[in-house]
Each structure stands twice: as C-alpha cells, then as structure tokens.
C-alpha cells in the first residue's frame, strides 16, 4: 500500500521504456501529466496502474510554496510536450521549483554523443546509432536515479 508516503513525495513509475513521474498530495491523490489529458490529480491507484511505485522521499516541504506551486500548475493548463512540458518537467516544478527532465537531458546529451560518434566511424548508419544512443540515454538515467521505497499497488 501507499500508507508511508508523504506530501510532496516524489513519483515514479514505469511506462513502457520511460518512467512517468508524479508527486504525492497525500489523502491518496496523486498530481502528474499525461498525453491528451494534460496535467490531472487522479488516486494513488489510478497513477499506479497496477505496477510499482519508486519513491524519492521529500526531505522537507514548504507547504505554502508546494499547495502555490500545486496551484499554479493547475491554473497554467499547459499542453503536455515532451520536450518542454512532460510529466517529469511538471513533478520537478512541484518538489523544487524548477522545470527539469532528466530523462530528456539524457536523450539529448546521448544523440549528440550519436552524432559525433556516427560521423566519426560511419555516416550511413547515423539514424540507428543515434537512436541507439538516445534509447541508452534514457536507460541509463533511470537506472543510475535512486529510491528511498518502492510501493506496490494491486490494481
């Protein structure tokens, strides 16, 4: 269950070749970005989809800064974008703040790494080197994130 968690914790949880993150509201309420539905506060449940949750555990909130930030985000009504506006990008600006994306950080800084790499030994093969490289890029910033907990939820 999902009984230690606390506000402003921060979640991850794997969908497909990404992790799909969010941050815990408390009382069971989760807030996070999604494709075609934008920013939402759905139940711990619903977020879970069934699957393990990785938790990163908020050291110490400010709750009025969170409970503005929270409502900030939700008056914005932005468009989900992957590259500007991703669940990632949403979370950070909650937990710190500050709009960031590791995991896109790391596509981008691995196609550069691509690039060079396809001019140095093969030009042909720059489509699939470079995606290649973006795909370890992505892998590599997850598993090198760490966790406090991991929360099952049943679905």
Known sequence: ??????????????????????????????????????????????????????????????????????????????PYCLLTNNCEHIASLIYQGTKTSSQVKAVILSVILGLIVSKKVDGKNLLRIVAIGGLCGLFLSNLSRSYDEVVFQPS
């Open 1 to 78: 269950m999902h009984s230690n968690l606390k506000m402003g914790d921060f979640l991850y949880r794997t969908k497909i070749m990404v992790e799909h993150a969010g941050i815990y509201l408390g009382d069971g309420k989760v807030i996070h970005n999604q494709p075609k539905v934008g920013v939402t506060v759905t139940t711990f449940g619903e977020y879970a989809e069934g699957k393990e949750v990785k938790v990163i555990k908020a050291s110490s909130i400010n709750e009025q800064e969170f409970r503005t930030r929270i409502e900030q985000v939700l008056s914005a009504n932005k």
